[in-house]
């Protein structure tokens, strides 16, 4: 909740006004809209998705819906964390749309039957590229943008469980990725 | 007790109590190892929330614009198809059973009909020429923008009008569909200008 305060700060100091434009429909309230929020939702975007490409469509097609239904936004809760799950949703559904899960235990078990060969160690932002898209969405999801498992769970269509068990799957990769790994 | 796995260390950190989670907690206090681990998966969920934040290559709003005016001409032309419809169906009902107290001018229904109409063949010809995928140069570009936002702004005008009273509203709405058809007629002249430029 406090990552969702801290982002609304992005707004210009006329918040207000320019959500009033937006609601309107005057295209420079959508553009003042934009640029408040094109960089957290690329990150967001970025951090799920495979390639650099998905995650710009997806950040298109997040403010291509924030256009169309920003009149659904009640003002009852933080703009960010509105137009968050609208970007955490175009996210996850392109990953569905490419069938990238479809791959996620072959991949996994690639990358990690070669991590183990080569005991490389590496920085924390390879080893986040490393992970299967399920399991950097899910680390991502929870550990940053702070979504419950519930949550996750509705937004990728599987059980709070499957998430638990995502988070501690990438846990125990990273933490061996990045040579953190203790003898008990 | 063993080591706790790293599941476990994980679900403690999530809020509430889940079961197992009392005795977690306490091998954690008493366990070096564990707080260790412990500590590190917090330094590492602290790292991963550090991590510098990732920017877009291209500026892709005038492509979310390009987008959004032309999903918003098409509701308008859909709506102008609707509005039209029920204008001729007041016309007829209002014939048909001459009980009208404050009489439409049918000659201004009929012109308002006349003037969505040629609106909406100009927005058809303007989506033939998929001015969203066009590549326009910076003077041309600015020009149908500038009209774009005038329609825009016609088009908002349009749905303030729907508020007013039944006379009012036909008043004002032929004068602003009259507008429209003009900024479209204009923004025609500009794609075609494009287009003959480029020998297209």
Same mark, same amino acid.
């Given at each position: =909740?406090?990552?969702?305060?801290? =982002? ?37 975007? +970025?951090?799920?998705? %495979? ?24 003002? &009852? ?37 070669? %991590?183990? &060969?080569?005991?490389? +160690?590496? &920085? ?13 969405? *899910?680390?991502?999801?929870?550990? *940053? ?9 509705? =937004? ?18 990273? %933490? %061996? ?8 | ?7 476990? $260390? ?25 707080? #260790? ?26 492509? /979310? ?28 009902? @209002?014939?048909? !059973?001459?009980? /009208?107290?404050?009489?439409?001018? /049918?000659?201004?229904? @009929?012109? $308002? ?10 927005? #058809? ?7 969203? !995928? ?18 825009? @702004? ?41 287009? !003959?430029?480029?020998?297209?």
């Amino acid at each position: =909740m406090l990552k969702a305060l801290t =982002m609304d700060s992005y707004l210009p100091a006329d918040a207000k006004t320019v959500l009033a434009q937006a609601k309107a429909g005057d295209p420079a309230g959508f553009e003042a809209l934009y640029r408040a929020f094109e960089v957290p939702v690329y990150n967001l975007c +970025r951090r799920i998705c %495979r390639t650099a490409e998905d995650a710009e469509d997806v950040l298109q097609e997040t403010f291509l819906e924030i256009c169309r239904s920003i009149g659904q936004y009640r003002e &009852d809760g933080s703009l960010w964390g509105w137009i968050r799950t609208i970007a955490a949703s175009k996210a996850l559904m392109r990953l569905r749309r490419n069938k990238y899960r479809d791959t996620d235990e072959l991949h996994d078990e690639v990358v990690a039957n070669r %991590r183990e &060969d080569t005991h490389l +160690r590496m &920085d924390l932002e390879a080893a986040l590229e490393r992970l299967s898209e399920t399991s950097r969405a *899910v680390v991502w999801l929870h550990d *940053v943008e702070g979504y419950t498992h519930e949550e996750i769970a509705v =937004m990728m269509g599987k059980t709070p469980s499957f998430s638990k068990s995502q988070l501690a799957r990438a846990h125990a990769r990273l %933490r %061996r990725w990045l040579g953190e790994e203790v003898a008990a | 007790m063993s080591h706790l796995t790293l599941e476990q $260390l994980v679900a403690l950190r999530e809020p509430g109590a889940e079961p197992g989670t009392q005795a977690a907690r306490e091998h954690l206090n008493e366990c070096g190892g564990c707080r #260790a681990e412990f500590e590190r998966l917090h330094q590492r969920v602290a790292r991963l929330k550090s991590l510098p934040s990732l920017r877009p290559t291209r500026d892709r709003w005038p492509a /979310v614009r390009a987008r959004f005016e032309s999903e918003r001409r098409a509701r308008r032309l859909r709506r102008a198809g609707l509005v039209g419809l029920a204008a001729a169906a007041s016309v007829a009902l @209002a014939v048909a !059973s001459k009980r /009208v107290y404050q009489p439409i001018p /049918v000659a201004t229904t @009929a012109e $308002l009909s006349e003037t969505m109409a040629r609106s909406r063949a100009l927005e #058809a010809a303007i989506d033939r020429y998929h001015p969203e !995928s066009r590549v326009l140069d910076d003077h041309t570009a600015r020009i149908a923008q500038e009209l774009e936002d005038r329609i825009a @702004a016609v088009d908002r005008q349009l749905e303030i009008t729907d508020l007013m009273d039944a006379n009012r509203r036909q008043a004002q709405e032929l004068n602003l569909w009259r507008e429209r058809v003009g900024l479209l007629d204009a923004l025609v002249d500009v794609h075609l200008t494009r287009a !003959s430029n480029a020998g297209l």
